[in-house]
């Protein structure tokens, strides 16, 4: 595709290939529209992307890069009379902002594992000694990734640490120091910064952080459209929540009602009692429609574990929410729960930016054409009829089609105003889980209510299980509303929840071997100002702040509306072998396709009917 | 670049399924054809081994080639030596499993794993009980499985403890699992056996663990009290949490108990008018064994045993005839001695001069009599759980499983002082669950009658009174054995079932103002003199046969009764009971 021409008739041009813009592509496929889509990035899902952790640094790279001029060519060799020209933006709009990067693992190369005490010490001791030498440090991580980091650019590395290294109130180096309290018990294993890049390519590390309702928009699209074969599942294996300085696990399944010793008998009544009698709207409710939820909890008398169970970790609603809204929120978590496992939530093996392609493959199966590293420099309008009649791609080409789909970020700067709202994000590699239990493959959703002005922060800890960090290490995500920068916002919790310093006390917290944090632009936030687009253009925000994905599905749906309203969304797609194509009468199929009917059942496979209790023993 | 994606029709795909299948079914039956011929010449090679395998992989409930399977391995193991079986028994449980993913609850699959299990030279049981935990993971009620599952832990005696773990784990999944709940019921007094009698204080250091061994005749199933009260609270946690689920309450009657009464003779009566003896006993028995002996005076007597009705075989009560003249004069004294041979058992029953009648019973039961539901030693311990399943009920007035067990407690705490509370739960319970309301009545029937005869036995009387009370049924009538005057009136019996013919003392019977239209009891009744049935539903000459038998009937009162309306009624009357001077219609 590199070399040759495109063609230069399509249907739909969609830029970027986020989720939206993805299930817009495979909706519009699916129903013989011939699409073309494009993404200027080197990398599938835009802000909705996962990445190595190879992939992260060069992420984090590029994000710290000055934006080059926008380079203005004169296209009126391709435009015809009555045509006018609206010009794309050709880099990356500011969604991204604060990046900072802290690392605490040794910056040496892998020690022998079976070095003794007084080796280790003499390490931790060296260690010591680098600490005060920042650069140093610095240089060190540099000379891994230069050894890792095929084409990248020396000079943004240099200059993306020297963004970091300047944040100086974080120590640099944990280095768990065999002290005679600890040597008793198993010592965690170290994991040094060249073992992270070394195994980098094992990592999965989102940008966005959510997960998937069991019965939310997504799956039932994933599952209608059958784009779930393309997919396999986790189940969020629990629900944990950070109150009074400890973790606990929130009873929210009826098996975890059962099991719960934090609750008395009656409480496990009434919390059963809340939970089904919530499920259907009565009166009762009503008559606290606009007056906060937690006033509501307050009434049913549940006492202050239930109610913080409920606020927090169930409706994940704040102090002030309404009723109706926390209610129906509270619904939404219930009616997922129990459909394929004991949370509602769903997480995607290899990650999140999984789904994204996903819907592209799906795109692609019908036909759509994909090219990434290739853009729009700007669309040909019609003057009178104030439409898009074509494109000119980033090779000078003109395109003609009848419809553009884009996400915001392709727009020019002049047309889109600053957003109003960010998300904190905050990425952590740690050495252990936030509560260990027999098993190590937990995948544990964290509620974090909002104490004395810092917000709720909903926090999600992967385990290797779910394809997306390396054993031995934990995978945690922070996600909240900014208040200030992401460091500020989340980094008082993670030094309360984790280990970032070394300390000589016993100390059972994770340690963080490594952490990101950065500022995302809440994409429900950004606005079109300026001119009125033409009619036929239509604009994909990026994520959104919520846990789900109904926002992303909600926006395809009526972009595809609005596009094909006499079309269904999204229609079942045949099977592979039910699929002819012209000339080919042998009905190979599969062409496109991906089969990942592997059938391991600890992964949760997306199928219309999923009968939990129809055993079939392996 | 892809091509544009046409669909197969429907038609078509329809099309291709048709063929496919006909060409399935085809292969099936030229397999299927094949094996019987070769059963029938005795064959039992490695090739039918084969076609019964391509069979049995598709459907896995063909008995009759499992049968071929196994006769052809038997063969098989004659021929071969040890090792050679061990691989072909190895062959065929990796090839059941197959045939398990297709149907998981085959009864011929597993009843084949189990054969072949126990004639594996060197079973690997390990592996079996993991199959097991899978498959039961999968489908924690299927029940094939389970009895696998039992076999092998007896085959490869997998500890009671390690058992008991795994039935936790089910339940911390998924307490709705009346499989794991029983499971757990059998393992249980195994693992913590109870004592039958309080411990006996011991000088000497005691062990650490002062549950002594089970007596292996009555308390076997009983649970030691340490881990009684643990599991009290493991199920409370479940029903609390769903007290809607059936397995966690029936799981808890269980842990609350069922005393079983010791089997004896609980009462001797004698009679000198009739010259007949009754026996009662604690549970129903087949007297007509030979296991019954009558000692008059220290001789053996040849007596013939019956039950007081044709209808049972067994029987609570029984009754004999002493050959004529044997004790019909009233100055002389006899001594009687009933001996239960089988259960080395016996009571003695002195009849004094110029006495007609007389009894001997074991007032000591009396008050133990009916708390046999529940039967737990403390009622400390009652009282704490009563306490909780109150709580419950507070929480959710209308639970009928909750208002159950509460009805089920009081009644071992404390029957009579309880009664208004109990009634009233019960009305609450028919409301709830009308469903069942006629279960509750008669249930509720069965408690009231108890209650009256404790309330009779506390007063020293032979009259039994039950009027008003709403009864539905009757029941503990060999309890009655000694009553003269009985009055039912106002209830909604609709019969004097044959055991009423337990009740051989009887001498007034009012039982006016139900719905009464069988009269099956009131058999052979030999002391029996009026019988009032006013307003009742008593329609035919024929309902009214049994009465023929009872010879000193004199008094009958049938007002109200759509008998009354036959034609004739009066002079068939007469005919039929010719004894009833005094007749009401």
Redesign the interface.
């Known amino acids: 595709m590199a070399t040759e021409d495109l063609p230069s008739d399509f249907d739909i041009v969609i830029l970027g290939t986020g989720l939206t813009e993805s299930v817009v592509a495979a909706a519009c496929s699916r129903v013989?529209q011939r699409v073309l889509h494009l993404d200027r990035r080197s990398y599938y899902a835009g802000n909705w992307a996962s990445f190595t952790f190879n992939g992260l640094l060069t992420w984090i790279q590029e994000q710290n890069e000055e934006p080059k001029p926008e380079e203005v060519r004169d296209w009126s060799g391709l435009t015809e009379e009555g045509e006018e020209l609206i010009h794309l933006s050709q880099a990356d709009s500011a969604s991204i902002t604060n990046l900072q990067v802290f690392s605490y693992v040794s910056e040496e190369e892998e020690e022998e594992e079976a070095a003794n005490t007084t080796e280790e010490e003499k390490a931790a001791d060296e260690e010591a000694v680098k600490e005060s030498s920042e650069t140093e440090s610095a240089d060190s991580k540099e000379d891994d990734e230069e050894e890792e980091g095929a084409g990248e650019e020396e000079e943004q590395v240099r200059k993306s640490q020297r963004i970091n290294q300047a944040e100086g109130e974080e120590p640099e180096v944990d280095q768990p120091r065999p002290s005679p309290s600890s040597q008793s018990e198993p010592s965690r294993k170290k994991i040094s910064y060249a073992q992270l890049v070394k195994e980098g390519r094992r990592y999965n590390i989102d940008l966005v952080s959510k997960l998937l309702f069991s019965r939310g928009s997504l799956v039932d699209l994933l599952i209608k459209s059958n784009v779930s074969r393309y997919a396999e599942f986790k189940n969020v294996t629990r629900i944990l929540t950070y109150r009074h300085g400890n973790i606990e696990q929130v009873p929210c399944s009826?098996?975890d009602?059962?099991?719960s010793r934090q609750l008395s008998?009656?409480e496990?009544?009434?919390l059963?009692?809340f939970l089904t009698s919530c499920v259907e709207e009565t009166e009762e409710q009503t008559a606290y429609h606009g007056r906060p939820y937690l006033e509501f909890l307050q009434d049913q008398q549940l006492g202050d574990n239930l109610q913080h169970f409920l606020l927090h970790s169930i409706a994940m609603a704040a102090e002030d929410t309404p009723t109706e809204e926390g209610l129906a929120s509270t619904r939404h978590f219930l009616r997922s729960l129990g459909r394929y496992g004991n949370t509602p939530f769903l997480f995607p093996v290899y990650g999140l930016g999984e789904i994204p392609q996903c819907f592209c493959r799906m795109s692609?199966?019908?036909?759509g054409?994909y090219c990434l590293r290739h853009s729009v420099h700007c669309l040909i309008v019609d003057r009178d009829a104030n439409r898009c009649k074509a494109v000119i791609d980033s090779r000078g080409q003109r395109i003609s089609c009848s419809h553009i789909v884009m996400e915001t970020s392709y727009l020019d700067r002049s047309k889109v105003a600053t957003p109003s709202r960010f998300l904190s994000r905050a990425v952590l590699i740690t050495d252990s889980s936030v509560l260990p239990s027999e098993s190590d493959q937990q995948i544990s959703m964290v509620t974090v209510p909002p104490e004395g002005g810092s917000p709720a922060v909903k926090m999600v800890e992967l385990s290797p299980s779910s394809m997306t960090c390396i054993p031995g290490t934990y995978l945690v995500h922070l996600t909240c509303r900014s208040v200030g920068s992401a460091h500020q916002d989340l980094s008082p919790l993670v030094t309360r929840m984790f280990r970032t310093t070394e300390s000589q006390e016993e100390d059972r917290r994770p340690s963080v071997l490594w952490s990101l944090y950065f500022n995302m632009a809440d994409g429900t936030a950004s606005q079109v100002e300026g001119q009125p687009l033409p009619s036929n253009v239509h604009i994909c925000h990026g994520p959104d702040s919520a846990l789900g994905h109904e926002d992303a599905v909600q926006q395809a749906a009526s972009i595809f509306q609005s596009i094909l309203p006499e079309e269904e969304f999204c229609p079942p797609a045949?099977n592979p072998e039910?699929?002819?194509?012209?000339?080919?009468n042998t009905?190979t199929g599969t062409?496109?396709t991906r089969s990942c009917r592997a059938l391991d059942l600890k992964n949760v496979q997306l199928e219309p009917e999923q009968n939990q209790?129809?055993?079939?023993?392996? | 670049m892809h091509g544009r994606v046409k669909v197969k029709t429907t038609a078509q795909q329809e099309e291709e399924k048709r063929k496919e299948r006909e060409k399935k079914l085809k292969v099936y039956v030229a397999a299927r054809d094949a094996c019987f011929s070769k059963r029938k010449d005795g064959v039992f090679d490695d090739e039918a081994l084969q076609l019964t395998q391509q069979l049995l992989s598709a459907n896995p409930d063909f008995a009759t080639l499992w049968n071929y399977r196994r006769e052809i391995l038997t063969h098989l193991e004659t021929v071969k030596d040890e090792d050679e079986a061990q691989k072909i028994y190895e062959a065929e449980l990796s090839f059941l499993e197959s045939c398990l993913k297709v149907n998981p609850k085959s009864y011929g699959s597993w009843h084949h794993r189990g054969w072949v299990s126990a004639r594996l030279p060197r079973p690997d049981w390990a592996r079996e009980l993991r199959l097991c935990d899978r498959c039961l993971s999968l489908d924690d009620r299927n029940f094939h499985c389970w009895d696998y599952r039992r076999m092998v832990v007896k085959m490869s005696s997998v500890p009671v403890k390690q058992e008991l773990e795994f039935t936790d784990r089910l339940i911390g999944s998924n307490f709705s699992n009346y499989s794991s709940w029983h499971y757990r019921s059998t393992l249980l007094p195994l693992l913590h056996p109870g004592s039958p009698e309080p411990p006996p204080s011991r000088c000497d250091g005691d062990p650490p663990h002062s549950c002594s061994p089970p007596s292996p005749q009555t308390h076997f199933h009983r649970v030691c009290e340490e881990q009684l009260l643990k599991e009290y609270e493991l199920v409370q946690n479940a029903f609390f949490t769903d007290p809607n689920d059936q397995s966690a309450w029936f799981y808890y009657r269980w842990l609350l108990g069922r005393a079983e009464r010791e089997e004896m003779i609980s009462c001797a009566y004698v009679s000198r008018e009739q010259e007949r003896v009754a026996v009662a006993f604690s549970r129903p028995v087949n007297a007509q064994s030979g296991s019954l002996l009558l000692v008059l005076d220290g001789q053996p007597q040849r007596v013939e045993w019956r039950s007081v009705h044709p209808h049972f075989k067994h029987s609570p009560v029984w009754i004999c005839d002493l050959p004529p003249g044997t004790i019909s004069d009233i100055a002389n004294e006899h001594n009687l001695t009933v001996h239960w041979t089988e259960k080395h058992t016996h009571r003695d029953c002195a009849l004094y001069t110029g006495r007609s009648e007389s009894w001997c019973r074991d007032t000591a039961t009396d008050l133990e009599l009916f708390r046999s539901e529940l039967s737990v030693e403390k009622t400390s311990v009652l009282q704490s759980e009563l306490q909780s399943v109150n709580q419950l009920q507070e929480l959710e007035p209308l639970n009928k499983w909750c208002l159950l067990t509460i009805i089920l407690l009081m009644r071992a705490l404390d029957p009579l002082g309880y009664e208004k509370e109990t009634l009233a739960h019960f009305q609450t319970l028919k409301e709830v669950d009308s469903m069942r309301s006629a279960y509750y009545s008669d249930l509720c029937s069965k408690f009231m009658i108890e209650n009256t005869i404790l309330k009779m036995e506390y007063a020293e009387v032979r009259v039994f009174s039950i009027s008003d009370r709403n009864l539905t049924t009757l029941c503990h009538l060999d309890q009655l054995l000694l009553v003269t005057h009985i009055n039912l009136s106002s209830n909604q019996l609709r019969r004097l079932p044959p055991q009423f013919a337990m009740l051989q003392c009887l001498e007034v019977v009012e039982a006016d103002n139900n719905s009464i239209e069988n009269l099956e009891g009131v058999y052979h009744l030999p002391k029996l003199e009026e019988v009032s049935l006013k307003n009742n539903k008593i329609s035919t000459l024929a309902d009214l046969q049994p009465l023929a038998s009872c010879p000193k009937l004199r008094r009958l009162d049938l007002r109200g009764n759509p008998v009354t309306q036959t034609a004739n009624v009066e002079s068939e009357l007469a005919e039929l009971l010719p004894s009833v001077a005094d007749l009401l219609l």
């Open positions: 013989g009826r098996a009602v059962f099991a008998v009656v496990k009544r009434k059963m009692r692609a199966v019908f036909g054409i045949p039910d699929i002819v194509y012209d000339g080919d009905s062409r496109g209790n129809q055993g079939n023993p392996e």
